[in-house]
């Protein structure tokens, strides 16, 4: 599980050279929605020649263009090559659109001698349509590594003005379940625009994590300390986690599968839930 997903336009040089600098999870260069439609060539190359030069046990993503617009079957075909760890796709809709991009892929790991399935693929769910289709596109090909949310498009897509408060919930919360449904990790939840917002995205990522999200989208290095800080597990959850495993293991061993730690009723699911803290 992966915390922080930080994007890099992938026209953007400057940026790119430093890409060994940044203390983000997965690296994911952008060949969409930051690169103009003029620039998409361009980019192409110059996240290939990225990608030739990232550190050795880094985790490396490209977002390519959708499986609709004209640059999708040339990005896959040039980034292939150079054995990513896996492509997110935007605004996926359908478990066919999914079929589609596995086939095209396993064709070229085989051109490539790459092993086949080595690519994974995290779906971004930003549509209505991928919403409704959500589980069935988590379980359309094993390379799906989890999903990933795009709010931003996902509220211009189905109408909705302004998040206040609950107007995602609904979407969030799929997102997790069908994961879970699908046997996959859990979600990754979208970016938090306002990048000079360290409280907002403080209290949005305490949010996310609270929901089930294993991280979140980044598109500001100074937004990593923050989110990797909030979606690991604090001291006093491990200790209260530790308590409540060894309590439960005891108890169940004298033959009692509800007791209390703290003044809180404990039993088989939340002694599982503080292993996988404890696991974390
Ligand atoms: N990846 C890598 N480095 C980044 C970065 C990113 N996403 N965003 C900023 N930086 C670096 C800059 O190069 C700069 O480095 P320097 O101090 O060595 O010069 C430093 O961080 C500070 O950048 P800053 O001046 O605060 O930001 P900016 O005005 O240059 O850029 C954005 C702001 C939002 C345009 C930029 O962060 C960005 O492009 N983010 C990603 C956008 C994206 O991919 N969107 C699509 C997905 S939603
Ligand atoms: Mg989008």
Redesign the pocket.
Known sequence: MNSTW????GD?K??LE?VNE?QADVIIF?LE??VVPKDKKKAREMVEAALRQTKPGSRNFVRVNDIHSPFFIDDISTLAGTAPDGIVIPKVNTQDEMMIADFLLRNYEKANNLAIGSISIVPLIETGKGIMNVVDIAKSTKRVEALAFGAEDYMLDVSIPKDEGNALLYARSILVTASSAADIAPPIDS?YTD?NDPEGLKTASLRSRGFGFQGR?V????QLETINEIFAPTDYEIEEARKIVEAYETSFNDGDGALQVNGKMIDAPIAERAKKILKM
């Open positions: 930080l994007f890099i336009p953007k400057k940026f430093k940044l952008d929605d930051s970016v990048f989208l598109i500001h290095p100074k």
